[in-house]
């Protein structure tokens, strides 16, 4: 399995495992490779397919106009409008309620669309990062029609895990207001983020494809956010989201020794949430956490910066 590759223009490169994380294959039965395309090409393709998705199905709108905070992305169903047919009442077309985003990844500018099910911008309930794990339910799907992923309970993901798609999506929503435990052991969320997401192919498998995602094909998600957990992967004791220096949303590496553009403060290769020393000065980064509240980030020095980003500075608190 291979979760993990840092190329040369230093991008993270994270596919999803079965139907959202992905196992590498060594064995291509003999099939040549498919080449490469140009991914701003590519996305401009991509963006047709979607706005023609959107502009030609119409989903319940009904049931998600707040009434029912806790509806489910499983209460979801989306119909193709025919030539000739008007949309019923009670529903609309996805183009009219659907947000577009941009993001940038390998380089490329992307568009993202999704639909906000159940809106929460109001409400104080925390949204994930790009860098947390999040509690959800899913459901993959083709144009169509044809799921290609699902689950049924909730399972926890890191965002770092998925394809950048999710990472770029999720932010946008909040996590339940709260749960219930249930007698029979389960847990039923209340007034949970609820979404579907329509993904362009750079932003998922790109030239890869997985099972019966085809190379270069767009692919959609239902989805419930139920709770996020802030990642702390290095355990440094800086979450990982603040580990993104240059704010991106992605972690990436410096394009060359002498520039420092990406998130690898000392140039070792290794980006700083993954680095337990981020300034490579032999002072672990937890340990530059000199007023030991917890939080190195705020310890700083001489150079105006926080000390485990400085190699000048080497003081330790010890631990």
Request: charged share 30%; glycine share 8%; aromatic share 10%.
């Amino acid at each position: 399995m291979k979760l993990i590759n840092f190329t040369r223009t230093g991008l993270l490169v994270i596919s999803l495992l079965l139907g959202l994380v992905s196992c590498k294959n060594d064995d291509n039965g003999g099939i040549a490779p498919i080449p490469a395309r140009d991914r701003d090409e590519q996305q401009k393709a991509d963006k047709d397919s979607i706005i023609a998705y959107l502009d030609s199905h119409y989903y319940n709108s009904s049931y998600f106009d707040g009434s029912n905070p806790d509806a489910s992305s499983k209460d979801l169903v989306i119909t193709e409008l025919m030539e000739g047919e008007d949309v019923p009442e009670g529903h609309r077309l996805l183009a009219s309620d659907t947000i577009i985003r941009k993001a940038t990844f390998a380089d490329t500018s992307y568009e993202i669309w999704y639909i906000d099910l159940n809106d929460k911008k109001n409400d104080p309930e925390p949204s994930p990062t790009f860098a947390d794990n999040v509690l959800v339910t899913y459901e993959g799907f083709k144009f169509d029609g044809e799921v290609f992923d699902s689950t049924i309970n909730p399972v926890n993901f890191d965002l770092l895990e998925l394809i950048p798609g999710w990472r770029k999506v999720l932010p946008n929503f909040k996590v339940a207001e709260g749960y219930v435990e249930n007698e029979d052991g389960t847990v039923s969320y209340q007034n949970h983020g609820v979404g579907v997401m329509f993904i362009p192919s750079g932003l998922a498998y790109f030239s890869s494809g997985q099972g019966i995602i085809d190379a270069y094909e767009p692919i959609n998600f239902k989805f419930d956010l139920l709770q996020k957990y802030e990642n702390d992967h290095d355990n440094d004791n800086v979450p990982s989201y603040k580990e993104d220096l240059n704010g991106d949303g992605e972690f990436t590496l410096n394009s060359s020794p002498d520039v420092m553009d990406g998130d690898d403060t000392d140039n070792d290769r290794t980006p700083d949430f993954a680095d337990n020393d981020d300034d490579g000065d032999g002072v672990p980064t937890i340990n530059e956490d000199i007023d030991k509240d917890g939080d190195p980030t705020n310890d700083i020095g001489k150079n105006g910066i926080p000390k485990y980003l400085d190699p000048e500075e080497t003081e330790s608190n010890g631990l």
